[in-house]
């Protein structure tokens, strides 16, 4: 790829780590770190912007150019940057209240304009920094400080929420399961335009083992639905459940009581969303058979392409001069 | 009556007259015609020497309708001139604005010189050949700037070539406009032979060559001119909002000279990304108004504690909330000021006349720069939309205000330090993404002096408290001192900001030629505030500040310099008359 030989040293900042033990977040610095190893990219055009929260912290860790910004905003200022800098390769690092509550406007418009950002969102289900609030991930019903009486709000599936605002590329992954992560972060880069990747995160001081089912030794085998491009959508230790369209929407059947050529061929690369988005609708939390991977990859101009290219057009009938617009309104002398 | 407003602007421009337009128009887009908050106005004052205002009373008014004349003939002056379009006083007319009895018959506007035109009739027969149904009429402002150009004795030409080319799409709307303007004209020729014509000669203005210019058109093309001169490209980040919109709109066009705008989700992802594009080295801008500016205050305190440089501009409008949009006030010098959470000082300038925003705009990005500092510049609604002659500067001949990004390690064993402060600024270098070696960490949670880790130490909190807020002050070493004009020997000082400069060096002028004794001063900078204003201050007994709000600067200038002042100030969506500010100004004198 290049001459670059990086080390995970090299994208370690001399900042001493402060996330609690047993954090989800220590594994995807990891990952991330050994990943960017491998990108290929100089380490001073790497930006992470991040917004506030528990994830917001990571560009403080990372050996790179790195912005901790305000609440919710980090995809706006990922945008200046990204719109600006098009020769920059820009993450955003955020979390669900971050990036779904506070900050739901900016991700959405992020992601519809196809700006050449890499968004990871530390899903945890829960406010890690203000000390265990419900977020707009946690499911009805959930018991926190600020609910007593248990969650009314209904959660927003991150997944379903980035395909419906015209993401170009939308993947999930787990926080505990690097090949996995480093996996789908090798797609996001390859991807040119706005990367959407939710990382299930395991918050094990407020909401521990919230994605047991993904995580636990028993029970992922049969609940991760790995999705890889241009195979039948099947899963189960021994392949025994799978995913056929019926009635318009993705189900899960038993692979037995299918004819093979039924089972749904995953293929992220589909013009029409609606496929990508009824497979993000198989789970609407992390109980149960949950699909992981790239739900949707394909390819539009990026935002700040088009916005160069507008001033390249411009430009080819040469360049711009200022005492020539300070005249085109028309002019008299005064003599 | 816009558009019939600024061609008779441009005209007389051309014509070599010095003018000052105020325009005022409804918010709604298309409100009902022919009622009264329907009225959509134009004032301009021209003249043969240097004026700084819009006039307060004009001498000649022209009322499209009824209600046209109901809501603007009080400001015409006694025996001035009342041009009307007749046949709009017809009884749908009448009522929509009111009317009981037609006052062109009652004998109501018999202190007016009273001009009957029937426009409508003229505007028919005018373009009976080129344009059919509904669109007949719509020449018939066409009519009436015809004869307004007979009237004052103004060339048709520069009309003439920009109808040409506004329409040169349309071109029977090119010939019914021109056959319009024509048969305005004519009909001052031919029927009104016997009546005095305005003349008004060409102003004696300083030699040059000159352009008529809106307040935001001027900025705008200060926002380039300033990347001209910081060598840097403008990015500028808004959400549509009146009246700042026009800056994006005119910014948009010019991909040419490198501008990239974005029109962003909200008003705060607009200030968020010129604050990302600001630490990818542009010039970055925002622009905005009143509300708009308050949703970005937030994010205005990143901005000031990452110590990255950013303009963001607030084109004021009549408040709180929605208000009256397309009313000028100058209400948000206070929130400017102190309008974000924190211990958070930042510059603030407001810029004065149309003709005087490109070179304020520009000495905003100068201090934004060279102080790694947010800067907020104020323009108001009357500036944005008035016009003037600008005196057009040779590119060549503006300053260099660009500053060197950071290119090399700064501290002890090739580490970057982005707080090392400058010796002399106190600036932070400026490090942009994509240098080797000085890879670094910013943002919103307090850093450590030099090294920019973050830190929870007390006395570093408060020595970067101090550090911020001591940068801020010492930039008033690096502007201009306060001028005073008029009377140096004064009693009274008139103290202003922003745009009622123009009223009130008018009034103080007329008051000197009159022999009174008083003295005035307008401010640029009002944070950090000149150097030498308080000693200014004090050495007048009296001090007078008018302004468009309830009396902030006036508040300023006591908390800061123990100096009473005396204020003059309303809020009625209107700029100031001179006489106001007379009539205060004689009054404090003799209290």
């Known amino acids: 790829m290049s001459n670059l030989t990086y080390t995970r040293s090299d994208f370690q900042s001399d900042q001493e780590v402060r996330w609690c033990p047993g954090c ?6 990891a990952s991330v770190q050994s990943f960017m190893t491998q990108m290929g990219i100089p380490r001073e055009n790497i930006v992470v912007v991040s917004g506030i929260g528990c994830a917001a912290r990571f560009p403080y860790y990372m050996n790179t150019y790195g912005f901790h910004t305000i609440h919710g905003r980090a995809p706006t200022i990922a945008t200046g940057l990204a719109t600006s800098r098009p020769d920059l390769s820009v993450w955003v690092v ?24 890499k968004v990871l969102l530390f899903n945890n289900q829960i406010y890690g920094l203000t000390k265990g609030q419900y977020s707009p991930t946690s499911e009805v019903g959930k018991r926190t400080k600020s609910t007593p009486f248990g969650s009314i709000d209904f959660p927003f599936n991150p997944v379903s929420l980035a395909i419906g605002s015209e993401a170009s590329f939308v993947a999930r992954t787990l926080d505990m399961d690097r090949n996995h992560t480093q996996y789908v972060l090798g797609e996001a880069v390859n991807h040119t335009g706005s990367a959407f990747i939710e990382i299930y995160q395991n918050c094990n001081v407020f909401n521990d083992k919230a994605f047991i089912a993904l995580t636990g030794r028993s029970e992922r085998t049969v609940n991760r639905i790995n999705l890889q491009e241009g195979k039948p959508i099947i899963f189960g230790g021994s392949g025994e459940s799978c995913v056929v369209m019926e ?25 029409n969303p609606s496929v990508a988005f009824t497979i993000s609708r198989l789970s609407h939390t992390p109980h149960g058979p949950t699909p992981l991977g790239v739900f949707r990859n394909i390819s539009r101009p990026t935002y700040g392409s088009e916005m160069q290219q507008q001033i390249v057009d411009a430009q080819s009938r040469g360049p711009g001069d200022l005492d020539e617009l300070f005249s085109s309104a028309g002019t008299w002398e005064v003599t | ?26 918010a709604e887009i298309r409100a009902p015609a022919g009622t009264l908050p329907g009225v959509s106005s134009f004032q301009i ?3 043969d020497w240097d004026i700084s205002t819009s006039g307060d009373r004009p001498d000649c008014l022209v009322a499209m309708n009824p209600a046209a004349l109901k809501t603007d003939l009080a400001d015409l002056r006694q025996g001035g001139t009342l041009i009307v379009n007749s046949e709009a006083f017809d009884e749908r007319g009448l009522a929509k604005a009111g009317y009981e009895d037609s006052p062109l018959m009652d004998g109501s506007l018999n202190q007016y010189d009273l001009i009957e035109i029937p426009m409508n009739t003229i505007t028919k027969e005018a373009v009976a050949d080129k344009v059919s149904g509904r669109s007949v009429l719509r020449s018939r402002n066409f009519v009436a700037l015809g004869f307004l150009a007979w009237l004052f004795q103004r060339p048709l030409e520069p009309i003439i070539t920009w109808t040409e080319n506004k329409f040169a799409k349309l071109p029977m709307v090119v010939a019914a406009n021109l056959a319009a303007l024509r048969a305005g004209y004519n009909f001052g020729i031919t029927t009104e032979t016997s009546r005095s014509i305005f003349q008004v000669k060409p102003a004696s203005l300083p030699a040059g060559v000159y352009t008529s210019i809106t307040g935001n058109t001027a900025l ?25 919109s026009d800056i994006l709109h005119e910014l948009a066009r010019h991909k040419r000279l490198g501008v990239r705008t974005f029109q962003a989700e909200d008003e705060i992802a607009a200030i968020g990304a010129v604050i990302g594009a600001s630490f990818g080295g542009s010039l970055a801008v925002t622009g905005s108004s009143g509300p708009g500016v308050s949703l970005k205050s937030e994010a205005i305190s990143l901005a000031l504690t990452a110590e990255l440089p950013l303009v963001v501009v607030n084109v004021q409008r009549a408040g709180p909330s929605t208000g009256m949009p397309t009313k000028p006030e100058q209400t948000d010098l206070l929130f400017s000021l102190f309008g974000r959470h924190g211990e958070s000082p930042l510059p603030v300038l407001a810029c004065a006349t149309p003709s005087d925003v490109v070179e304020t705009t520009i000495e905003a990005a100068r201090i934004a720069l060279k102080y790694m500092t947010p800067v907020i510049l104020l323009s108001d609604n009357h500036i944005a939309n008035g016009s003037e002659p600008w005196r057009i500067p040779a590119a060549a001949d503006l300053p260099d205000i660009s500053v060197p990004f950071a290119s090399s390690p700064n501290g002890a064993g090739g580490r970057f330090l982005p707080y090392l402060r400058d010796f002399n600024t106190f600036s932070r270098p400026w490090a942009i993404p994509g240098t080797k070696g000085l890879e670094h960490r910013i943002g919103g949670l307090e850093k450590e002096n030099i090294s920019g880790d973050i830190s929870y130490n007390p006395d570093n909190h408060q020595l970067m408290t101090d550090s911020r807020a001591w940068k801020v002050a010492n930039i008033a070493n690096d502007i201009p001192p306060v001028e005073v004009h008029g009377e140096l020997d004064a009693n009274l000082l008139v103290l202003g900001w922003g745009s009622s400069k123009g009223t ?20 640029r900078y009002l944070n950090p505030l000149p150097a030498n204003l308080g000693d200014v201050l004090h050495s007048y007994e009296k001090v007078l500040i008018p302004e468009l709000n309830t009396g902030q600067l006036r508040y300023v200038i006591r908390a800061n310099f123990l100096k009473d002042a005396y204020g003059l100030n309303k809020v009625t969506g209107t700029p100031f008359y001179i006489g106001e500010i007379r009539d205060r ?7």
């Open chain 2, 220 to 244: 705008a093309w200060g926002l380039i001119a300033a990347s001209y001169c910081a060598k840097l490209p403008l990015y500028y980040g808004s959400y549509p909002i009146t009246p700042a």
């Open chain 1, 94 to 117: 955020t979390g669900d209240g971050d990036a779904l509550s506070i900050g739901g406007n900016h991700l959405i418009h992020a992601l519809r304009r196809n700006v050449n950002i």
């Open chain 2, 1 to 26: 009556m816009q558009l019939a407003g600024n061609r008779f602007a441009d005209t007389s421009a051309a014509f070599g007259n010095d003018l000052f337009t105020l325009p005022s128009f409804p």
């Open chain 2, 45 to 47: 004052q021209i003249a």
């Open chain 2, 504 to 523: 009130m060096g008018a009034a103080c002028r007329n008051l000197n030629r009159e022999g009174y004794k008083v003295a005035y001063a307008h401010l």
């Open chain 1, 247 to 271: 009635d318009g929407e993705a189900r899960i059947k038993p692979t037995a009581s299918v004819n093979p050529d039924q089972i749904l061929v995953h293929d992220p690369s589909r013009e």
């Open chain 1, 24 to 29: 989800g977040d220590y594994t995807v610095l």
């Open chain 2, 585 to 591: 100004i004689l009054e404090v004198l003799e209290s």
